[in-house]
């Protein structure tokens, strides 16, 4: 079975650049996360979504940071304009909804994409 | 206060040593724990559950505290290895959804 799976790995921007980075969570996980981790910071929660409806958002940073997931499958979340302190690893992750009935469920993460503004 | 929190480190112990992380949380109410284990540069991967009676894979102890909210992880005869950032993982079950909360993370380094 596939893994969560992120796009690109790497990406190396201008400040004021746009840059779009897409997850594909494990196939029929309602929760995908998006997370992000600044250089010597711990990871932050960005926000979640439940199936295609954004559930939290309280942890995006500013309007620059627009996320969508279409349809409940992959998501996007697009940085425009960039500055430099979006450079950091940006994660994804995905998890079973509780509607299965299991409550002790893990989140699986992808390998992430590296953002390096400049 | 934070929602989940943890000691960040980092944590120095020599080969062979034992040591033990807390990780505290906020909400009552939280019903999934876990310790994920993230190695530089890579992402974070689940490294065991944390259950009520406590749960033990060879040298890796983890332990759930309710009463406290906290949960533990020991780590016996630490190994060069085991060197790597520890994340604290709680979920909650919030009206219909999961809600997943990392913690700040321990560094460990262990050393020759």
Known sequence: EAGVTQFPSHSVIEKGQTVTLRCDPISGHDNLYWYRRVMGKEIKFLLHFVKESKQDESGMPNNRFLAERTGGTYSTLKVQPAELEDSGVYFCASSQGVSTGRLNTEAFFGQGTRLTVV | ?112
């Open chain 2, 1 to 112: 206060r934070k929602e989940v929190e943890q000691d960040p480190g980092p944590f120095n112990v020599p080969e062979g040593a034992t040591v033990a992380f807390n990780c505290t949380y906020s909400n009552s109410a939280s019903q999934s724990f876990f310790w994920y284990r993230q190695d530089c540069r890579k992402e974070p991967k689940l490294l065991m559950s944390v259950y009520s009676s406590g749960n033990e894979d060879g040298r890796f102890t983890a332990q759930l505290n309710r009463a406290s909210q906290y949960i533990s992880l020991l780590i016996r005869d630490s190994k060069l290895s085991d060197s790597a950032t520890y994340l604290c993982v709680v979920i909650d079950s919030l009206r219909g959804y999961q809600k997943v909360t990392f913690g700040t993370g321990t560094k460990l380094q262990v050393i020759p």
